[in-house]
């Protein structure tokens, strides 16, 4: 038989050789696509509330985010580790209600919640409800890595971390004036325990990523929502609600009212019906945001990735903190709707 693709695959070998040869540090084009999306939260973010100023803030740390995680896939590296890197960026910054900014519950104290997940081989990772972790997602990632376990939480998520080396920061470390007030308006409004949905405004840190191997990877990480009860336990942290990956489906990092989220099993409804209907992914994505979750009454949104690279941001609220850099290196971020 003759071999038509002979010339093409030699071709591509002597690429291949090439790019070996320069090493990655030339930062040459990727041999395989990579993309990356990430989200900082859903809610009522219109443009009135908004100043230029803030606006900017939040388009530079999105940008930030994804060039750290778009880095990574670029040399090479794993989705797990663009996921992370992505996500600890945000954490590390006041603005999105994760790590640093996260929200207060009802007795005034921060919880955070994280999980990741590995698309080869749906391996995850999650933490709930732990206290003095700076970077809950890097957690997560340790108990994928280093426990027989999906899911750690409380006190024995902090021993666990302790045991693996992280550092605990004091409490003082995730009071932001904003967040205060917030947990101040929520009660003064509704009375201790009753959670309120941040104004509306959810803002949450998720990222979903492809890599060079052809690898999905899911990640979010969050404070969960204002005045919300002590030990109380949103979607972020739950395999299959607020993050999902597998190499056969797709890619979901979810934000919004968790207990909805939990409700519709959102991020794994959207791959499953990607994985069983053929379903593109924004058809899949549109279809429980706008279809089931909205009719429960959920708002909120995601970002999801397929296993080619492409991107669908979906939500149902008036804007998205969102972003991403597709398979062309083409790089996006969006606040609004429109
Ligand atoms: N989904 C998060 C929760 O319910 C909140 C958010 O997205 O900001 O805990």
Redesign the pocket.
Same mark, same amino acid.
């Given at each position: 038989m003759v071999d038509h693709n002979g010339p093409k695959r030699l071709l591509l070998s002597l690429c291949l050789l090439a790019h070996l040869l320069a090493g990655n540090a030339m930062s040459a084009e990727p041999v395989a696509p990579v993309a990356i999306a990430i989200h900082g939260?859903?809610?009522t973010i219109v443009r009135d509330n908004m100043t230029a100023d803030l606006e900017a803030q939040f388009e530079a740390k999105l940008t930030e985010a994804l060039r750290a995680g778009h880095a990574i896939l670029r040399d090479g590296g794993s989705s797990l580790d663009a996921v992370a890197a992505t996500i600890e960026v945000m954490e590390n910054s006041p603005l999105f209600?994760?790590g640093k900014g996260a !929200?207060f519950n009802a007795e005034g104290v921060n919880e955070l919640?994280a999980s990741i997940m590995n698309g080869s081989d749906r391996q995850a990772g999650a933490v709930a409800g732990v206290r003095g972790i700076a970077n809950p997602i890097h957690l997560a990632r340790a108990v994928m890595d280093h426990s027989p376990h999906v899911m750690l939480m409380g006190e024995g998520a902090l021993e666990f971390a302790r045991a693996q080396g992280f550092n605990t920061v004091e409490s003082d470390y995730f009071y932001t004036e904003r967040r205060w007030q917030q947990l101040q308006d929520a009660q003064k409004q509704a009375g201790q325990f009753t959670v309120l949905?941040?104004d509306q405004?959810?803002?949450?840190v998720?990222a979903v990523a492809l890599d060079q191997q052809g690898n999905l990877a899911a990640g979010?990480s969050?404070?969960?929502?204002t005045n919300?009860r002590f030990g109380? !336990?949103?979607?972020?942290p739950i395999i299959g609600a607020?993050t999902w990956a597998d190499n056969a489906g797709c890619a979901v990092s979810?934000?919004?009212?968790?207990?909805f989220?939990?409700r519709t099993a959102v991020a794994h409804e959207i791959c499953a019906q990607v994985r069983y209907r053929d379903m593109t992914i924004e058809e899949a994505s549109d279809s429980v945001v706008q279809g089931t979750l909205k009719r429960m009454g959920g708002t909120?949104g995601v970002v999801a990735m397929d296993p080619e690279g492409n991107i669908a941001y979906s939500f149902n609220t008036a804007g998205m903190y969102r972003g991403g850099i597709d398979v062309n290196g083409e790089i996006y971020v969006g606040i609004y709707s429109d």
């Amino acid at each position: 038989m003759v071999d038509h693709n002979g010339p093409k695959r030699l071709l591509l070998s002597l690429c291949l050789l090439a790019h070996l040869l320069a090493g990655n540090a030339m930062s040459a084009e990727p041999v395989a696509p990579v993309a990356i999306a990430i989200h900082g939260g859903a809610g009522t973010i219109v443009r009135d509330n908004m100043t230029a100023d803030l606006e900017a803030q939040f388009e530079a740390k999105l940008t930030e985010a994804l060039r750290a995680g778009h880095a990574i896939l670029r040399d090479g590296g794993s989705s797990l580790d663009a996921v992370a890197a992505t996500i600890e960026v945000m954490e590390n910054s006041p603005l999105f209600n994760a790590g640093k900014g996260a !929200v207060f519950n009802a007795e005034g104290v921060n919880e955070l919640d994280a999980s990741i997940m590995n698309g080869s081989d749906r391996q995850a990772g999650a933490v709930a409800g732990v206290r003095g972790i700076a970077n809950p997602i890097h957690l997560a990632r340790a108990v994928m890595d280093h426990s027989p376990h999906v899911m750690l939480m409380g006190e024995g998520a902090l021993e666990f971390a302790r045991a693996q080396g992280f550092n605990t920061v004091e409490s003082d470390y995730f009071y932001t004036e904003r967040r205060w007030q917030q947990l101040q308006d929520a009660q003064k409004q509704a009375g201790q325990f009753t959670v309120l949905p941040n104004d509306q405004l959810f803002s949450t840190v998720g990222a979903v990523a492809l890599d060079q191997q052809g690898n999905l990877a899911a990640g979010t990480s969050t404070g969960g929502m204002t005045n919300k009860r002590f030990g109380r !336990v949103g979607d972020s942290p739950i395999i299959g609600a607020g993050t999902w990956a597998d190499n056969a489906g797709c890619a979901v990092s979810a934000t919004g009212h968790g207990e909805f989220f939990i409700r519709t099993a959102v991020a794994h409804e959207i791959c499953a019906q990607v994985r069983y209907r053929d379903m593109t992914i924004e058809e899949a994505s549109d279809s429980v945001v706008q279809g089931t979750l909205k009719r429960m009454g959920g708002t909120g949104g995601v970002v999801a990735m397929d296993p080619e690279g492409n991107i669908a941001y979906s939500f149902n609220t008036a804007g998205m903190y969102r972003g991403g850099i597709d398979v062309n290196g083409e790089i996006y971020v969006g606040i609004y709707s429109d």
